[in-house]
């Protein structure tokens, strides 16, 4: 090929990559619903827990947390919008939340609810440059609070671990379900954590829990599958015809995730808290009772994962997963 012809193609293509490129506005807009992992200060707003002397800025861990490593990774290099509307104490099934005990913790059907009243407010920017994209992580304290709601009431344990999975499967499907319903087109629902690694679970328990959760991600496969054959099957044009659920893994997925953390971790478990609390109970003066190090330890307290499982999980695991189905920039 003569050498113009070569630096034309080249040239030509420059052009063309930079053109793609300045017609890419795209503002990834994530709305993001769940529990105490992913809460970036809606309970400490509320309720000024977890305590500020021990947990980071409201989040439930001793840095930041998912959201904003993801956050801080993407916004690098784009616009990025958060909606956050996950609580501490929060859970997917309504008779699983308990707001004598904790008053500040919201379920699904309420933090959906607040989504779609700040939309009818306009508060959420909408527009055609506008990827509106929801993000969901449930599931851990449903099932121990339905654990320990069957434990103390006795009867058949066989039988109360199979009501759990189903309610828990149906009100994640309910709630996915009402998201598209409501004109979100992508809607994440993260898997269930893997609660049985915990130090909250003791050692006798770990295996039944760990069953109880893997009936879970079964039966999660399927409800988010009836989900999706119902909006593939919505009359065209309904806001829930343009819409899929995208289910990212299962808790094996997110129990390998606090494997892969590098620099690993010394304990898995045992927590840093020296004198195990609740995050939900403002305890001042309980800062001398936590450890010296917290990122020696997989857990920070007896239920929630240090910062570095956070950032591990955030931009080493849930990124390459929002990329790989074309639901977060590629480019960074
Ligand atoms: C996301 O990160 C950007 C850049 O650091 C920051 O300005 C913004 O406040 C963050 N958003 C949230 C919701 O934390
Ligand atoms: C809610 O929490 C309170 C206070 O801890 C407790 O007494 C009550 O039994 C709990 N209710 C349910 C339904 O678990
Ligand atoms: C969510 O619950 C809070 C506290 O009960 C309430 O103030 C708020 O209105 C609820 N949101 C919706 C949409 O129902």
Redesign the pocket.
């Known amino acids: 090929m003569p050498r113009c012809a070569i630096i034309l193609l080249a040239c030509s293509v420059a052009v063309l990559l930079s053109v793609a490129q300045a017609a890419d506005k795209t503002v990834y807009q994530y709305v993001i619903f769940g529990d105490s992992l992913t809460d970036t200060g809606n309970v400490f707003r509320d309720g000024g827990v977890p305590d500020p002397l021990i947990y980071y800025k409201g989040r439930f861990t001793n840095g930041p947390n998912w959201v904003d490593y993801l956050n801080a990774t993407l916004s690098s290099k784009h616009p990025v919008q958060i909606y956050n509307y996950a609580t501490g104490g929060g859970v997917a099934c309504s008779i699983n939340l308990?707001n004598?005990?904790y008053p500040y913790a919201r379920d699904a059907i309420n933090q959906t609810g607040n989504f779609l009243a700040d939309l009818a407010r306009g508060k959420i920017p909408t527009g055609k440059d506008i990827r509106r994209i929801s993000i969901s992580w449930f599931a851990a304290n449903d099932i121990m609070?339905a654990l320990s709601?069957a434990l103390t009431a006795g009867g058949d344990p066989v039988k109360a671990g199979m009501e759990i999975v189903s309610s828990l499967a149906t009100c994640l499907a309910q709630h996915v379900g009402a998201l598209a319903a409501a004109g979100v087109h992508e809607v994440v629902l993260v898997p269930q954590s893997p609660v049985q690694m915990a130090p909250l679970v003791p050692a006798y328990l770990r295996s039944p829990v760990a069953q109880l959760v893997s009936g879970v991600d079964v039966a999660v496969v399927q409800a988010v599958a009836a989900v999706n054959a119902q909006l593939e099957a919505a009359p065209p044009g309904s806001p829930a015809s343009r819409a899929h659920v995208y289910l990212l893994g299962d808790s094996k997925w997110v129990g390998r995730v606090i494997g892969d953390v590098r620099p690993a971790p010394k304990y898995f478990d045992k927590s840093c808290f020296v004198n195990p609390v609740s995050s939900m109970d403002l305890t001042p003066g309980l800062a001398a009772r936590i450890c010296t190090d917290p990122n020696d330890h997989a857990f920070y307290d007896e239920i929630h994962p240090t910062t570095a499982f956070h950032k591990w999980f955030g931009v080493n695991a849930l990124l390459p997963r929002l990329q790989m189905f074309r639901l977060a920039p590629r480019d960074v």
């Open positions: 308990n004598t005990r609070v709601r």
